[in-house]
Every structure is written in structure tokens, then in C-alpha cells.
């Protein structure tokens, strides 16, 4: 294991510490959900849209692709320090709780940073949280299309030391089968909230 990947293994493990930390950081989170109380909203067609991208195999994803259920889709990077590794945490313990239900929706984590995000790259850092959990990058054209489709914000910050951050949207979407917009999970929310939600989601395919 490479002094990077075990850098990245020992900051999951940590990542209830992390959470502590995070206020400090530089991050804006999408617009909530007006409902509260894990409600749904109506589908709204503004959010969302026709995407092409790759998974950690180099096989090309699109959302027709994923038509077939409901989804949470996180968009995120792999050298975030706590707001991206901590969601992918919740993540997986939602699903988990959810138990076989979770089958019933997809889960998608998609980068706002094909620079550094290749295929590899991220296949390695969501491999560390849930098999169920989709890694998807891009070149920067098919990034910026999801970007702009789901209306995210992603921008590159310079940093000191000549590297550079993301800043970017914290909030996980939640679309229906029609990749119609629906909600949001909120960054930091409660896991109560965050699974009735997610239920609600489930419960909207059969309806």
C-alpha cells in the first residue's frame, strides 16, 4: 500500500473525528430540501439531466443506464479532507441499515475533479466504503456536463503550496426513475431523517 492510499485508509478511519472539524472548512452545500421531516418534493425537471460518464472499469455510464431505480448522487472529489470521505461514512451506514432495500435504489459518487480523478483513483477511494457505491468520472467536458445538468457547485481553490482544493455542493441529490430531482440529503443530517428519506425514495418507484 503506497504511503498516499494508507494516508487516505487512516483519515476513513477517523472520519467520526473529522466530522468535528469540518465547520472549519471552506465548503458550500446545495440548496435543501424546503420540506421537512424526510418529505419529499415534487419532481422537478430544472435539476438533472442527460449525462455520459465513466466508471472505475473505463466503461462509459450514462443516465439512461441508470433508469432502472431511483438515485443518490454525491458529487465530490478524492482529495477532500472531511465533507466528502465523511458523506461516503453516512452513506454506507444508511445503506447498510437499510438492508436489503438498499438494492433497490443506486448510489453514485461522481468527481468534481477529472484532474485528478482518473478511473483508478476513484474506484480505489469509494471501494473503501460500499461495492453498491458508483464511482464516476470523466474527461473535463463530461464532468462539467453533470455539473452543469444537476447544477453544482465546483471550483477550483488554489492553495499556498501550488496544489489546489475543490470547493464544491455537500449535499447528496436524490432523483427518481425519471432523473427528475426530488430532494436533498443534507450535509451533517440526521441519520433519522436521512433514512426516511431514503425509504421515501424507495417507496416512489412503486408508486
Not at 494516508?7 to 430540501?33: F, K, M, N, P
Request: aromatic share 10%; glycine share 8%; proline share 5%.
Amino acid at each position: 500500500m503506497s504511503g498516499l492510499k494508507a494516508l487516505r485508509y487512516g483519515a476513513w478511519a477517523a472520519v467520526a473525528a473529522l466530522a468535528i472539524a469540518s465547520g472549519t472548512l471552506v465548503y458550500l452545500q446545495s440548496t435543501q430540501s424546503p420540506t421537512g421531516g424526510g418529505a419529499l418534493i415534487e419532481p422537478l425537471a430544472t435539476i438533472g439531466g442527460p449525462f455520459e460518464l465513466v466508471n472505475a472499469n473505463g466503461e462509459t455510464v450514462t443516465d439512461a443506464d441508470l433508469s432502472d431505480k431511483p438515485k443518490v448522487i454525491f458529487f465530490g472529489f478524492t482529495y477532500c479532507p472531511d465533507v466528502c470521505p465523511t458523506s461516503l461514512y453516512e452513506l454506507q451506514g444508511w445503506i447498510e441499515a437499510l438492508g436489503p432495500d438498499a438494492d433497490k435504489l443506486h448510489y453514485a459518487f461522481v468527481s468534481v475533479d477529472p484532474e485528478r480523478d482518473t478511473p483508478d483513483v476513484i474506484g480505489d477511494y469509494v471501494g473503501a466504503f460500499d461495492e453498491r457505491i458508483m464511482a464516476l468520472t470523466g474527461s473535463p467536458e463530461q464532468v462539467n456536463q453533470a455539473i452543469k445538468a444537476y447544477r453544482v457547485y465546483a471550483k477550483k481553490v488554489p492553495l499556498d503550496d501550488g496544489d489546489y482544493t475543490m470547493d464544491h455542493s455537500a449535499s447528496m441529490f436524490l432523483m427518481n426513475t425519471d432523473n427528475q430531482f426530488v430532494g436533498t440529503i443534507a450535509y451533517g443530517e440526521a441519520e433519522e431523517t436521512a433514512l426516511l428519506k431514503l425509504r421515501r425514495l424507495i417507496d416512489s418507484a412503486a408508486s
